[in-house]
């Protein structure tokens, strides 16, 4: 994502191609979006559901990022961003110089704790004669992420980019690998936000710049550190199969 190839869509009423940043860009994106939305309702199919099944964890994740340390001292988070350490409310504070910014106070715990979830939808349990019923195939399944991830984190195609700060770190697990029904949704922004999800292969805090950019991607800087990811995705997989046989683990 850090490096990725700008899409370029063309303008119907000037021929020409849209220009990246600008809000025509913008609403020809939306709008092709949404007729692919229309197109799937008009083919959409009724699924008989039957039951429900739902799991949840808290997760612990290490805050690397001084920034929100500052903003959570500061009360900036309100109160919704507490930090724990060794599974402890931990509100202690001290003060530290942060680069570009000055001596400031920052709250010196250790993780924050967002929540991960997976939601099964299932279809009527079904026998055939002289069988017990069996369970209902998986119609549909939800994941909520507590951030916004990176589409290759979900997808694949995570890359080792020149430059990035940890270029052998092991590749993370792509979710949508263990997604296994033809209905998916990821939901970012699920009960939590913790920043961005980076792949820790990709992570660029340090100069030189991915790819020799001539300044640094906006991604870092609003995201809890390079090992916040893998965490999510970890406690994803764990919870995946509601019936508690494995579906992979992350790499």
């Known amino acids: 994502m850090h490096c990725a190839t700008q899409v370029k869509l063309v303008d119907p009423d000037t021929g020409k191609i849209a220009g990246d940043g600008t809000w025509r860009k913008a609403e020809l994106l939306g709008t092709k979006i949404g007729r692919l939305a229309e197109r799937a309702l008009q083919n959409g199919r009724q699924a008989d559901i039957d039951s429900i099944s739902?799991?949840?964890q808290t997760i612990s994740v290490s805050l690397h990022n001084p920034l929100f340390r500052a903003a959570e001292a500061a009360g900036v988070f309100a109160g919704r961003k507490p930090l724990y350490t060794n599974g402890k409310l931990d509100p202690a504070t001290e003060m530290r110089d942060l680069p570009s910014v000055g001596r400031v106070e920052c709250a010196t715990g250790g993780d924050i704790r967002p929540e991960v979830d997976y939601v099964q939808?299932?279809?009527r349990a079904?026998?055939?004669a002289g069988e017990t019923a069996r369970a209902g195939e998986v119609a549909a399944e939800i994941v909520t992420i507590p951030g916004e991830i990176y589409p290759e984190l979900v997808n694949g195609g995570v890359e080792r980019y020149a430059g990035a700060d940890f270029p052998d770190a092991p590749i993370e697990t792509?979710?949508?690998a263990h997604l296994k029904s033809r209905y998916q949704f990821i939901f970012g922004l699920g009960n939590d936000e913790i920043g961005y999800l980076i792949p820790k292969a990709?992570?660029?805090?340090e100069p030189p710049w991915l790819m020799n950019a001539p300044k640094p991607f906006y991604g870092e800087v609003n995201s809890a550190g390079p090992d916040a990811a893998g965490v999510v995705l970890r406690a994803l997989l764990r919870i995946l199969d509601v019936q508690g046989e494995?579906?992979?683990a992350s790499q």
């Open 121 to 123: 939808l299932r279809t």
């Open 246 to 248: 494995p579906r992979g």
């Open 202 to 205: 990709e992570w660029d805090e």
């Open 174 to 176: 792509a979710l949508r």
């Open 126 to 128: 079904t026998a055939r």
């Open 54 to 56: 739902i799991r949840s």
